[in-house]
């Protein structure tokens, strides 16, 4: 398995990050094409080799050819949805604009606490110009072009300072850096002066499966991206790694297990509570019989979800059961690197959802809802729709 480490002992953000990767392989004429998948145009990406304190690095630089385009992100930024909406009009890979998803919106929760705004309401200026937008999907955009399997972090360096914002003078770490890090591993930096970005926050809170020292693996290249700022006594550069583990076991990510007791709640409802998890950001849903005290038969809700949407799931098992407690526990977890293949059937295109270990696929799935639409159209047995759809591959 193909891994990455990110060595923030000097901060991180999302141009250093997109410069790393160039770094350490990435081809910027690659990555341009990748981008330029983007329904945004007016853009240019600039990558200059340097050197910071005696180390050779490369920096990124995006810059807006247009009036408009700088008009734009000067006056009001873009809004979540509006990122959204360029995403979705992409012909990005459809797990590189998942993956830019999580990120944005990880973004505008942490912008929207800060602010006392739902998150759909926020208004990104930082985030939202051409600058972050290529940063970001570049980020995720370059990881798989790399073959990185799974991404791995030190601890994020706080430092402290102000730094000048569309909000004014704010204090460092910037309100949104510590909401974004709430729950992870940060060590403190003696250092006046912005370390960690908003948008290096977020890369790492949604695409790092550890915080902790590198993994084991064998080294096969590294690679350091500058930031703007000098700093006196270190270079100011984002180390990364790149190197394969021994064992493939799949990518490792964070998890919150929620879970709740309920034995005087009707049957019928749990459906109807199922469906809210999901919509409220759940990863998988399910009950297991139980026996509570005095002999009281039961059923365990279990709710697996990411750290992100912990809060509104447990919202969502609160309003839809008739629990009066919901505990939780934090879980790492192996998951296969999975994606999605569109294929032709006698009933129409139905996707496949594909999970690989190495270079050797392990299982296939097809797609629940594209099989089940298939059969009421051509009134066929949904079995039948899966076994065609296996078959087309």
Partial sequence: MRVAYFDTFAGISGDMTLAALIHAGLSVDDLRTELNKLPVSGWELQAQDLQKHGIAAVQVRVSATSELHQAHHHHHGRSLTEILDLLHRSTLDETVRHDAERVFRRLAEAEGAVHGKPPEEVHFHEVGGLD?????????????LLGVQAVFCSPLPLSHGTVECAHGTLPVPAPAVLKLVEGLPTVPLDLDGETVTPTGAALM????????????????????????????????????????????????????????????????????????C???????????????????????????????????VA???????????????????????????EVQTPYGKIRLKIARRGEREV????????????????QVPLKVVYDAARSAL
């Fill in 132 to 144: 972050s937008l290529v940063d970001v999907v570049g980020a995720v955009v370059g990881l798989q």
């Fill in 205 to 276: 809170a949604v695409l790092a499966q550890e915080f902790g020292p590198p993994p084991p693996m064998t080294v096969q290249a590294t690679g350091y991206g500058a930031g703007s700022s000098e700093w006196s006594d270190r270079p100011n550069v984002l180390r990364l790694v790149l190197g394969v583990t021994r064992e493939d076991l799949g990518q490792m990510d964070r998890v919150v297990l929620l879970q709740a007791n309920i034995d005087d709640m009707s049957p019928e409802l749990f459906e109807h509570a199922f469906a809210q």
């Fill in 315 to 341: 919202a969502a098992m609160f309003e839809h059961t008739t629990t009066f407690g919901v505990r939780r526990a934090e879980l790492t977890r192996h998951c296969l690197p999975r994606e999605w293949r």
């Fill in 278 to 312: 999901f919509g409220a950001g759940a990863l998988d849903v399910w009950t297991t019989p139980v026996t509570m005290k005095k002999g009281r038969p039961a059923q365990e809700l279990s709710v697996l979800t990411n750290l992100d949407h912990e809060r509104a």
């Fill in 363 to 378: 299982t296939l799935s097809p797609e629940y809802e594209d099989c089940l639409r298939a059969a009421r159209e051509h």
